[in-house]
């Protein structure tokens, strides 16, 4: 099979923004206690956060971490996660039916994000709380000194304040799983007011209103039109959700789901743009994509172990992801490159043991899941301007999708490190593709690398024993000449192609 993939510098789309290559961490199963906090840990520093999962974390290069919910901060007392530990009171926490112990909060949590070269997304509650709560705790983040909140931090050990820049105004509002859910008017209003106390307390921030949970909401659409008619000019950001599976094991189908992605985010920036017009506004709100991945794993797992109401800390949403998760999720940041105009923040979710790229076991090892290496390569190589390609290929049907190309990719180009990256995936399962990429404009590069991922088995896993039983290669077949280079995409495969100035 045959394919061309041409590029032009005309054919920018926008400059990456970093911040697409965040991901979340809720206090939710592991995610935090045995996750990032495990002290007595053989790799724990003097905080009681494993140095091992650090590592994993420095090695994608995480801009910025979502926390601490999630659905847990509709019901999340922020004050309770400050202060000495030994008065932080155990909570029945409704989101997930387990006890908060408050061992990790926001002043352990930024903590944790500095050592693991990070900045902190902070979510506040709505649901349970409101805007009064949301501004005591910018307050308490942010503010210098002089002020009850602030000089509470300052005592508490913190003389510098966090300077946390981005803030989520709730958790999917929308949804009736939701502490305190609310309709499009009611959240409307709130998140109004918070954004405004928020701002005005520290005007340097953004904020993030929850758009729906998913674009399968009824409400999809009619929801993010009605919230942003209330708070429009105070909001940067509306927050999309996402998760894919493949509960009908139909890998073709499964594959083409970033198609999903693709009509996702055009609906929501038609929303949003609706919403300006309305307004009569010059202001430019765009997307923070703050929750996508694959979850559905855990729901499937047959060795499932029942987990007790009010546990601490249980193994909650620990999706094994295989091989064909990890080609979903190239083609998924793909797609939000493919947007680098208006997605300016995503986040992975989660980061650790929760639907995670990184594993740990209490007491043990932690180690890279399959869906890993995508979303370390897509932070390595995708920063600078987002480029469409032009692909030719052939295409296929599924039983949910037509025309689904065999071949997605997006290049990017880092005009200050003199670097162009072509991201590819070939979705045939049983086909390679002989991929001709006219690098127009570009003839001035060199090849330098390409990197490829692939198994023949879509199901295999990684696994404590078994680390780097899936794991990328810098084996990929790229031949140059002149403007012209040929790269085998092989079947089923991930691939990272560089050129270097
Ligand atoms: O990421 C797991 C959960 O998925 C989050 O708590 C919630 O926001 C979403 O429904």
Redesign the pocket.
């Known amino acids: 099979m045959k394919a061309k993939i041409k590029l032009d510098r005309d054919y920018e789309v926008g400059a990456v923004d970093p911040r697409i290559y965040g991901s979340f961490i809720?206090h939710?199963g592991r995610a935090v206690y045995g996750g990032i906090y495990e002290p007595g840990h053989p790799t724990a520093d003097e905080m009681g956060f494993r140095r091992d999962v650090i590592e994993l974390v420095r090695k994608l290069g995480v801009p910025v971490v979502r926390y601490p919910?999630?659905?847990?901060v509709s019901g999340y007392n922020w004050e309770d996660g400050i202060g000495p530990k030994d008065k932080r009171p155990v909570r029945t926490e409704l989101a997930w039916g387990t006890l908060e112990t408050n061992q990790v909060g926001i002043d352990e949590f930024q903590e944790w994000a500095k050592r693991a070269n990070t900045e902190v997304m902070m979510a506040v509650n709505l649901g349970t709380r409101g805007p009064a709560e949301a501004k005591d705790l910018i307050e308490y983040c942010n503010h210098p000194g002089g002020t009850y909140w602030s000089d509470r931090r300052i005592a508490n050990g913190f003389k510098d304040p966090f300077n946390i820049k981005l803030w989520c105004l709730g958790?999917?509002m929308d949804g009736p799983w939701q502490m305190c859910a609310k309709t499009a008017d009611e959240y409307g209003r709130v998140a109004n007011e918070a954004a405004k106390m928020l701002k005005w307390v520290d005007p340097s921030i953004e904020t993030v209103a929850c758009g729906s949970?998913g674009s399968g909401m009824p409400t999809f659409g009619t929801w993010e039109a009605t919230m942003l008619s209330h708070c429009y000019e105070n909001v940067d950001y509306v927050s999309c959700?996402t998760y894919y599976n493949n509960h009908a094991h139909d890998t073709a189908t499964f594959l083409a789901n970033n198609l999903d992605m693709d009509y996702f985010i055009n609906s929501v920036v038609s929303a949003i743009d609706y919403a300006k017009v309305v307004a009569h506004s010059h202001k430019q709100v765009n997307i923070s994509f703050d929750?996508w991945n694959v979850w559905y794993h855990c729901n499937e797992d047959p060795n499932r172990k029942h987990i007790e109401r009010w546990s601490i800390a249980p193994p909650q949403?620990e999706d094994v992801y295989n091989f064909e998760d990890a080609l979903l999720i190239g083609s998924l940041l793909i797609t939000l490159l493919r947007h680098a105009d208006r997605v300016k923040v995503a986040c992975m979710?989660?980061l650790v043991n929760v639907?995670a790229p990184i594993m740990t076991r209490n007491g043990g090892g932690a180690w890279a899941q399959t869906i890993f290496y995508p979303y370390m390569h897509a932070s390595m190589y995708g920063r600078g301007t987002a480029l469409v390609t032009k692909v030719d290929c052939d295409k296929y049907d599924t039983r949910h999708y037509k025309d689904v190309p065999y071949v997605d990719s997006v290049a990017v180009v880092n005009e200050e490190k003199g670097e162009l990256t072509v991201f590819a995936v070939n979705k045939n399962l049983t086909d390679d593709i002989v991929t001709t990429i006219d690098l127009g404009g570009f003839e001035d590069y060199n090849f330098v690398e390409h990197i490829t991922m692939h198994h023949d088995d879509v199901n295999a896993v990684n696994t404590e024993e078994n680390p780097y039983f899936i794991h990328p290669q810098s084996n990929g077949v790229t031949k140059v000449d002149g403007r012209l280079a040929e790269s085998l995409l092989g079947k089923a495969s991930w691939n990272v192609i560089r050129f270097k100035k």
């Open positions: 809720e939710l919910g999630g659905n847990f958790n999917e949970s959700h929750e949403l979710a989660q639907i």
